[in-house]
């Protein structure tokens, strides 16, 4: 019995430990977490209480939250609709409002940006005639709250505050701006920047509410309620409740049943940081999560069980034992008792609900300040703050200022990596730079904002001067348009500059300022200060190749989108592979400073990769002459060749076409070619005659040094390389592709041209098949090596076996051993009976017209078969079975 008894008690502890707590808290303006009286949510306790009651600190927590519309009591709405007085839109306001409600606007959305807007602009004249008046403004906030309950969202500021007189005349009227009111007023002040400038905003609302409601306290009046369902028709009457409000507005939409989205937390948080993140004044999202915590269970806590086990063994304690069997149960419980305390549980679980006010706009509009005021680690969190896909620190940024014909600011930044899909769609891409009036998201994605090809930049401008249209949501074209994407490219291309000119190898000039700089301790090391700036500055360096790697096409893209005025500043930005520089590609100017005196220009071979050209025999001259080639393996750079002739009054020279000379020859030297020339006449000539229409000339060459011919391009006509990518487009047909003449160029000193000349010379104009045959050859290998597609593989194929015969003494008349047949072939075998079959049913379909003879002739002949048959299938069982035998 006692057993039972501990069990059920240990059961009951166990059942109670899984069940959580349910705590209600809030978190005040304190900080401080604060708990629901019996577990009941007290957010609204505040909202019942007299405002004589609450703190001086708390009338500001509370602003626009003590008086919800939807708090409204039955008796202050009667009061309301008796004493409301109805006025008409001016300026037949009714078609207006359909207008700007359906047409003017292209994101729902856009209500938020239009109604913060107007909050700071309230606060901004608060905090002007604080300055002004030297009077305390208190907390200048901006607070928005979703009740999905009464499916209402409201959004209160601490602003100025509006009259009656205001709200009839600024709300009653389109195109009537408050804002542009108080600016007429307050010219004198330069420091003063408000937002709203058309008076049109405000009507966004009714893009996601059938109605709205505008409570509005100014210090010089009591608290009015505006109401407005955009039917022609508003109501302004005073609020029976009394001035709830300290001060500011608190504008309450009544949504939409289409616009529930709008009080999704998630939702809000995303828009207001889109439009509104770096406005000036906080503003406060009122949130609530949920969570579960484990807590200590407190040493004062009793669980019930621990009461129920102590009356228990009162309980026990007052039955009749005797002594023996009151010792021996005693001595049990208390066993079971030291059991209990190490198996009961040592913490709860307590369900908490919060709810708090989170403030949205953290991030600071660092653009506002001087860029010296500013450091690094606030430039990256400012990125981030921008670009919110990118996790990856900015390799590069610039922040300047524009003043003049017109002012702005910007700030803008050079990621690491390229997003992805950059080239895709390169022409239809938009600018990822944002535009911002006063702190005021009007759009991020404007088109001819800045070049295509500098798409990947990201950023923002923020300007007083923009001409934007009604809707705030489009810039109109001006002049003033264009004067800040000059600027924008301008300053753009100067950060990338600075990038690339630290990654320039350095001068003599350079290593000795460094060698005097170089901090050297007594015993020879070298000090952490210096070691730290090398570091810094290799990192420096190697940038440039990291930004080359990921956007090298961009800057070249703007070499071919006719960018005249900045085609110089592009060019110094280019890198290429180099012969003699392995680990990171070069620029021109690098090239240009490694010359040598004697060279005729910038020397380059193009193709598919490094690799390839590596190998080209075009190179052999020029590398013995060791000269520096650049590699040019990125299909844009073919088409980069046609837009730049020279470089600082250096001709590029491509390597792969006629007529090259690497450097000047003397009178000697080209009368020694002239010779050559003349020597060789009979030679070239009659390779010419030869492949005719598949080459325009022959020459001797002067690139080649260890192979024996090659295939050149001619002056004007289409490198090889250009051939390929042209055949290779996927849309591009036959004529399409820019094909032109080759010159062969023969190198004179091989013992193959050599043998070749002195055989000419022998037979004269006779026919040699075998020197036909390798002309053909040679005209093959010069076709491959200079990196062209074979048009005839088969004969090319076929003149290589048969130079496989004649070095393996293989006669061109020995024929392929003929393949041994077996005439059991199972395949034969099926075919033939199907052929039977067929045969038989064509047999059946004709009708039996045969005479009684030939029926009578059938048994006889059938019989003088079977013999014969039966003598042919056991003669060919045993040649089969012998067959078989060996494979067995």
Request: glycine share 4%; hydrophobic share 35%; proline share 4%.
């Amino acid at each position: 019995m006692n057993f039972r008894i501990i069990l059920l008690l240990a059961s009951c502890l166990l059942v109670r430990a899984e069940e959580p707590e349910v705590v209600t808290l809030k978190v005040g303006e304190d900080g401080v977490l604060k708990v629901g009286e019996d577990g009941v949510p007290n957010i609204e306790s505040k909202l019942d209480q007299d405002a004589e009651e609450a703190k001086p600190e708390d009338d500001v927590v509370i602003v626009g939250e003590e008086a919800p519309l939807h708090s409204f009591s039955a008796e202050d709405l009667s009061t309301m609709k008796s004493t409301h007085k109805e006025h008409s839109f001016q300026a037949d306001v009714y078609k207006v409002m359909n207008i700007l409600t359906h047409s003017l606007y292209s994101h729902r959305e856009i209500f938020i940006r239009e109604i913060i807007s107007n909050s700071v602009d309230a606060l901004d004249k608060v905090r002007f005639r604080e300055l002004i008046e030297a009077t305390p403004a208190g907390d200048l906030e901006i607070r928005v709250r979703a009740d999905p309950d009464a499916n209402t969202l409201t959004i209160t500021d601490t602003g100025v505050g509006m009259n009656r007189s205001d709200l009839v005349e600024n709300l009653g009227t389109v195109a009537r701006s408050g804002t542009t009111k108080f600016l007429d007023a307050a010219e004198e002040v330069q420091d003063l920047q408000l937002i709203g400038q058309f008076g049109v905003g405000f009507y966004s609302c009714f893009l996601i509410a059938d109605e709205v409601t505008v409570v509005s306290k100014h210090d010089s009046d009591d608290q009015h309620v505006w109401t407005s369902k955009a039917d022609g028709a508003f109501t302004v009457v005073k609020d029976p409740r009394g001035n709830t409000l300290k001060r500011g507005t608190s504008v309450i939409l009544h949504l939409k049943e289409d616009a529930a989205e709008f009080l999704n937390e998630h939702t809000l948080t995303t828009t207001i940081k889109r439009y509104s993140e770096f406005m000036t004044h906080p503003i406060y999202l009122y949130t609530k999560s949920e969570e579960d915590e484990e807590v200590p269970i407190e040493p004062e806590e009793k669980p019930k069980e621990d009461e129920e086990e102590e009356g228990t063994s009162k309980d026990l304690d007052e039955r009749d034992l005797d002594p023996e069997e009151d010792a021996e149960f005693d001595d049990e419980l208390k066993v079971e008792d030291d059991d209990d305390e190490d198996d009961a549980p040592k913490t709860r679980t307590v369900h908490k609900v919060i709810y708090k006010w989170e403030q949205l706009n953290l991030q600071a509009p660092i653009w506002t300040r001087s860029r010296n005021e500013v450091s690094d680690e606030e430039y990256t969190k400012f990125y981030h703050a921008l670009a919110k896909n990118d996790y990856e620190d900015p390799i590069a940024h610039i922040h300047f200022s524009a003043e003049g014909e017109i002012e702005f600011k910007s700030i803008l930044y050079i990621p690491e990596s390229a997003p992805h899909g950059l080239y895709e769609d390169y022409y239809s891409k938009r600018s990822a730079i944002r535009v911002y009036v006063r702190r005021v998201l009007i759009n991020d994605k404007f088109e001819d904002f800045i070049p295509n090809y500098l798409s990947f930049v990201k950023g923002l401008v923020d300007s007083n001067d923009l001409p934007l249209n009604v809707n705030r949501e489009q810039l109109q074209k001006s002049k003033i348009m264009k004067v800040i994407s000059k600027k924008l490219t301008r300053k753009a291309l100067e950060m990338i500059r600075k990038m690339a000119e630290k990654s320039e190898p350095e001068t003599e000039e350079d290593e000795d300022e460094e060698e005097e700089e170089t901090d050297v301790l007594p015993d020879g090391e070298i000090g952490d200060e210096t070691a730290a700036k090398d570091e810094a500055a290799k990192a420096e360096k190697v940038k440039y190749f990291t930004f080359w790697k990921h956007f090298g096409k961009s800057i070249k893209m703007g070499l071919l989108e006719e960018d005249t005025r900045n085609r110089n500043v592009l060019k110094k930005l280019l890198r290429f592979a180099s012969s003699k520089n392995e680990e990171h590609p070069i620029s021109l100017d690098t090239y240009i400073s490694r010359m040598s005196d004697k060279q005729k220009g910038i020397f380059y071979i193009s193709g598919p990769s490094v690799e390839e050209v590596e190998n080209s025999p075009s190179l052999e001259k020029v590398k013995k002459a060791g000269y520096e080639i650049l590699y040019f393996v990125d299909p844009l750079d073919e088409y980069i060749i046609r837009h730049i002739s020279d470089y600082e009054n250096v001709k590029l020279l491509s390597v792969t076409t006629e007529n090259l000379e690497l450097h000047e020859i003397s009178s000697a030297e080209r009368s020694h070619w002239e010779d050559v020339q003349k020597d060789h006449e009979g030679l070239t000539t009659w390779f010419k005659d030869l492949l005719k229409d598949r080459v325009t000339k022959v020459e001797i060459s002067k690139r080649l040094d260890q192979s024996p011919c090659i295939l050149v391009s001619t002056q004007y006509g289409p490198s090889v390389n250009m051939e390929r990518i042209q055949k290779f487009q996927p849309l591009a047909s036959r004529g399409d592709v820019e094909v032109s003449k080759k010159v062969l160029e023969l190198n004179y000193r091989h013992p193959v041209i050599k043998e070749m000349k002195s055989r000419i010379e022998d037979i004269g104009d006779e026919a040699a098949p075998d020197l036909l045959n390798f002309a053909e050859m040679l005209y093959d290998s010069a076709l491959l090596s200079g990196g062209y597609t074979h048009d005839g593989v088969g004969s090319f194929v076929s003149r290589i076996n048969t130079l496989i015969r004649s070095g393996l003494n293989v006669p061109l008349e020995a024929e392929v051993e003929a393949e041994q047949e077996f005439p059991g072939d199972v395949e034969e075998v099926e075919d033939d009976e199907e052929e039977e079959e067929e045969e038989a049913e064509v047999v059946d379909d004709k009708p039996s017209e045969e005479p009684e003879a030939s029926k009578a002739e059938e048994p006889e002949a059938s019989k003088a078969d079977e013999p014969e048959a039966s003598k042919a299938s056991e003669a060919e069982e045993p040649e089969a079975s012998k067959a078989e035998e060996p494979e067995a």
